[in-house]
C-alpha cells in the first residue's frame, strides 16, 4: 500500500512556483500579488486565511489582506470588489468562504474579475473547466489531479467513483476527470444515491468529499483501489491539547489494507488546495502582466 502525500507533491510546486515568482519579479519589477478578503471572525476561515498569507509570504508574493467586520454590508464588499478588480497591482482576488448569512456569496463571486478569480468560482470559469475550455480550476479537485500525476496514477478509462456533487470540490473534479485527455469514467454519488456501497466498491479510483468523518469503511472498496481522501473533518479528542484532531471522510486505519494507494488526513490533499491557489495566482499574474504590456 503508498501512501500518497501530499505535502511531497506540495513541495515540488513550490519549488517551481519560487523559480517562477523569481522570474515574474525580474521581469516586471513586481511580484505576483493575492488579496484575500475575510469577512467576520468565523475561526476556521482565519486560519484558512492565515495559511494563505504564510504561503504568499514564504514564495515572495505579494499579499493584501482584508479583514471587514461581520456586519459589512453587501454594498461594502462588493464596493471593495471592484476596487481590486480595477487595481493593477492586484492579480487574484479571494473572499473566504462561507460568507454571513446576510451577504449573497452568489452575487460576490459573480462580480469579481473573471480574470483574477484564482478560486476558479465564478461562474464563466466554471462553464470554461464544462466545455474543456482553458480558465481558472477549483483548488481542491486541481490538487487532486495533481497528486494522481505526480504519482502516476492513470485515470484513462478507469472507473472513478466521485462522493460529493458540491460546486467547489464534487463538480469540478468530475468535470476535470471526464474531460479528453482525462478519459476517466466518472459517477458522481451524493446524498440521494441509492444502494451507495455497490457503486463504490466499482471504484478503481474513489474521492470522497463529502464531510462526513470516516464514513467511507472498508466494505465499500474494491480490494487494490486507489482512495483520494478530501475530507477534513474535527472530531472531538480529549487526549490532543486543542480538543479535537483532524480526519478525512475515510475510516483510514480500516480502509487503507485494502487498498493500492491512499491520501492520509491530514497531509494529504488538504496541502494541495493553497499550493494549487498559488499556481493560479501565478497564472492570473503572467496572464494580466502580458496583457498590460501588449
Ligand atoms: P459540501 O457540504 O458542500 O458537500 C458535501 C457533498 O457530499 C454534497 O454533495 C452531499 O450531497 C454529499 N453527501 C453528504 N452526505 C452524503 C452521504 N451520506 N452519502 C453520499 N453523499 C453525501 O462539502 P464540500 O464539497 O465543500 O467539502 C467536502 C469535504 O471536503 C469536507 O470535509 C470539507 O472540509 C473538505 N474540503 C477539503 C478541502 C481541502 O483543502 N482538502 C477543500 C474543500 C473542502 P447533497 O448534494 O445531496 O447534499
Known amino acids: 500500500m503508498q501512501i500518497l502525500t501530499g505535502k511531497e507533491v506540495a513541495e515540488k510546486v513550490y519549488e517551481t512556483l519560487q523559480s517562477d515568482c523569481n522570474a515574474f519579479v525580474e521581469k516586471y519589477g513586481f511580484p505576483p500579488t493575492l488579496a484575500v478578503v475575510l469577512v467576520g471572525n468565523d475561526p476556521a476561515s482565519q486560519s484558512y486565511v492565515q495559511g494563505k498569507k504564510q504561503a504568499c509570504l514564504s514564495l515572495g508574493f505579494g499579499h493584501r489582506d482584508y479583514h471587514l467586520a461581520q456586519t459589512t454590508s453587501q454594498k461594502e464588499l462588493l464596493d471593495l470588489i471592484h ?28 462580480n469579481i474579475k473573471v480574470e483574477k478569480d484564482v478560486d476558479g468560482f465564478h461562474p464563466q470559469n466554471v462553464g470554461n473547466l464544462l466545455i474543456g475550455k482553458h480558465g481558472f480550476v477549483s483548488c481542491t479537485p486541481l490538487g487532486v489531479l495533481q497528486i494522481l500525476d505526480y504519482y502516476g496514477i492513470p485515470v484513462e478509462g478507469k472507473h472513478v467513483v466521485v462522493l460529493g456533487r458540491s460546486n467547489i470540490v464534487g463538480k469540478p473534479m468530475a468535470s476535470l476527470l471526464m474531460q479528453k485527455g482525462r478519459d476517466a469514467t466518472v459517477t458522481v454519488c451524493h446524498s440521494k444515491t441509492e444502494n451507495l456501497t455497490s457503486i463504490t466498491v466499482q471504484a478503481d479510483i474513489l474521492i470522497a468529499a463529502i464531510g462526513k468523518p470516516l464514513f467511507v469503511t472498508e466494505s465499500m472498496v474494491k480490494e487494490g483501489c486507489i482512495v483520494i481522501d478530501v475530507g477534513i473533518n474535527r472530531v472531538e479528542d480529549a487526549s490532543r491539547k486543542r480538543g479535537y484532531r483532524l480526519v478525512g471522510d475515510v475510516d483510514y486505519e480500516h480502509v487503507s489494507p485494502h487498498c493500492k494507494a ?9 496541502v494541495m ?20 504590456t501588449q
Open 262 to 270: 491512499i491520501t492520509p488526513v491530514p497531509g494529504g490533499v488538504g
Open 83 to 110: 476596487e481590486l478588480n480595477e487595481d493593477k497591482t492586484v492579480h487574484g482576488i479571494l473572499v473566504q468562504m462561507p460568507l454571513p448569512a446576510h451577504l449573497d456569496a452568489d452575487t460576490v463571486i459573480q
Open 273 to 292: 488546495t493553497i499550493a494549487m491557489l498559488m499556481k493560479n495566482t501565478m497564472q492570473a499574474a503572467l496572464q494580466l502582466a502580458q496583457k498590460e
